[in-house]
Structures are given as C-alpha cells and as structure tokens.
C-alpha cells in the first residue's frame, strides 16, 4: 500500500459516516477524488484552480477534457467510465459551487481539514 494516500482515502471513504453535517456536495466530493485526485489532489483546490464560467467550458462536452488529457491514458479511462457519466453533472456543479469566486471556505470535517493552497 502506498500508505499515506490510503491513509487519506480511508478518511474519505470513513469519514463521513461520523460527521454528517458537511455543506457540500460529499458524493461528488468522493467521486471526484476518485476519479480526478490521484493527479489534481483534494476536489476543493482542483475546483478552485478555475471560476465558474470556466468549469462550464471544460463541461461543456467531454472532448473538451479528453483533449487536455491526452497524454494521461488513466484519465482518459476515468473521464470515459460510467461512473464519471453518471455523477457528471453533480461534478460539475460541485466545481461551480466551489470555484475561484465562490467565496466558499472550508473548515474541518471527516473528509478535509482546513487548508486552501
Ligand atoms: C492521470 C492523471 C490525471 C487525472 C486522473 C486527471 N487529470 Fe486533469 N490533468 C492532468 C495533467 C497532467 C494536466 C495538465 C495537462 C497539460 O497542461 O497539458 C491536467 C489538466 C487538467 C485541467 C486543465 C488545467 C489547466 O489549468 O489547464 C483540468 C480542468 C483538469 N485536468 C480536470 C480534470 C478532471 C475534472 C479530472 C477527473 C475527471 C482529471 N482532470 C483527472 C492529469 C490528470
């Protein structure tokens, strides 16, 4: 096991049953950590990295995204999976509700502590 990243993913995936009170979206938290974290890190900071005007572009069809990855064959296979087709729309929204100018600050909860980079 690559330990600390099963660490932080234990949490993800346990976490939440102990604190159920979070102000985001936490499936398409862990959806996203699934499929885009292993390469961009903690959902929040990737969502942060654009505005919101932007995630609509990057959503706006999936060429837009298979393009940029191109040369990442394991994102290509999650961006193309059913999972991702499935919760892409909640994806989506999560990164507009969490975006450059949303104003959103998190603090602490089963699934991330604090920082913002
Ligand atoms: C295997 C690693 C990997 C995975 C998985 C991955 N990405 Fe990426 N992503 C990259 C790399 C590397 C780049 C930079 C490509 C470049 O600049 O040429 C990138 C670039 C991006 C960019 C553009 C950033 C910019 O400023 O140009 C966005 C948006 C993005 N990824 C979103 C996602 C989303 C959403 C997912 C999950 C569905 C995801 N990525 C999954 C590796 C990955």
């Given at each position: 096991m690559k330990s600390p990243l099963f660490l932080m993913l234990f949490l993800f995936f346990f976490g939440t049953t102990l604190f159920a009170n979070e102000s985001y979206d936490v499936k398409s938290f862990r959806v996203i950590t699934k499929l885009c974290g292993m390469c961009h890190g903690i959902p929040f900071h990737l969502a942060k990295e654009k505005d919101g005007d932007e995630w609509e572009e990057y959503f706006d069809d999936d060429q837009t995204l298979l393009k940029i990855h191109q040369k990442?064959?394991?994102?290509?296979?999650?961006?193309?999976?059913?999972?991702?087709k499935y919760y892409r729309k909640n994806i989506l929204k999560f990164f507009i509700d969490n975006s450059k100018y949303s104003g959103k600050v998190h603090g602490c909860d089963g699934n991330f502590c604090g920082a913002h980079y």
């Amino acid at each position: 096991m690559k330990s600390p990243l099963f660490l932080m993913l234990f949490l993800f995936f346990f976490g939440t049953t102990l604190f159920a009170n979070e102000s985001y979206d936490v499936k398409s938290f862990r959806v996203i950590t699934k499929l885009c974290g292993m390469c961009h890190g903690i959902p929040f900071h990737l969502a942060k990295e654009k505005d919101g005007d932007e995630w609509e572009e990057y959503f706006d069809d999936d060429q837009t995204l298979l393009k940029i990855h191109q040369k990442e064959p394991e994102a290509l296979s999650n961006i193309k999976s059913t999972r991702f087709k499935y919760y892409r729309k909640n994806i989506l929204k999560f990164f507009i509700d969490n975006s450059k100018y949303s104003g959103k600050v998190h603090g602490c909860d089963g699934n991330f502590c604090g920082a913002h980079y």
